[in-house]
Every structure is written in C-alpha cells, then in structure tokens.
C-alpha cells in the first residue's frame, strides 16, 4: 500500500510562486509515474475536471499541461519519496485543489493523496 501526502498549496497573489510537496509512504516509491493533478471550482458551486498538470518519470522524464508551461516545474527526489512542484508566475485561473497521483500500470497500481488548496488572493 502506498499513501501520498501533498503540502505547501495557500494563498497567493498573482505573479507569486509556491512549492507544493508530496511525500510519499508504503514500498517501491521509484518505479512509479508521478503526477500532479488539479481540480478548480466552477461558476456555480461544482468541481470542473480534474486536470493534468504535470508528470515525472522514474528517470526524470516530465510531462506539462500547456497551460503551464514555462511557469511549472515539476521535480522528484527518489532518496526522499517526495515529488515537488514548483508554481511560478501564478495566475488566478491557477487556483484549484492539486493533488498528487502515483501510477504504476505493470501492477495496476494508481494512488491519490487528499490534496492541497491553491488559491488566488486577489
């Protein structure tokens, strides 16, 4: 079993940068795709789909939305068990909740943490 705990996600104002962080517990950290998804709120009161940020190989591989690129950057330390993602030039359409994701298809296995909040404070 493995468990995901995302952290740094706040408040920010436009143009600021925040890290989020995803530690990761359970066997076997390296092997698998990690991703950083977000869901943000919509006009009236539901959640819009989640979106794919971002991802990271094993080996260093990565992936963006293009939505973010340029502006994210995503990161892992395999000696940690912990994905990084580094928001810059935040955008209010950034605000959503980010989660973290760990995904290994040779075993079936796929992995959700509970989330971090990012909101725009403008």
């Known amino acids: 079993q493995v468990q995901l705990v995302e952290s740094g996600g706040g408040l920010v104002q436009p143009g600021g940068s925040l890290r989020l962080s995803c530690a990761v517990s359970?066997?076997?950290?390296?092997?698998?795709?990690m991703g950083w998804y977000r869901q943000a709120p919509g006009k009236e009161r539901e959640w819009l789909e989640r979106e794919l940020v971002a991802t990271i190989t094993e080996s260093g591989s990565t992936t963006y939305a293009d939505s973010v690129k340029g502006r994210f950057t995503i990161s892992r330390d395999n000696a940690k068990n912990t994905v990084y993602l580094r928001m810059d030039s935040l955008k209010p359409e950034d605000t959503a909740v980010y989660s973290c994701?760990?995904?290994?298809?040779?075993?079936?296995?796929?992995?959700w943490g509970q989330g971090t909040q990012v909101t725009d404070s403008s």
């Open positions: 359970g066997s076997g950290f390296s092997p698998y795709v």
């Open positions: 994701n760990a995904n290994r298809p040779s075993i079936n296995a796929d992995y």
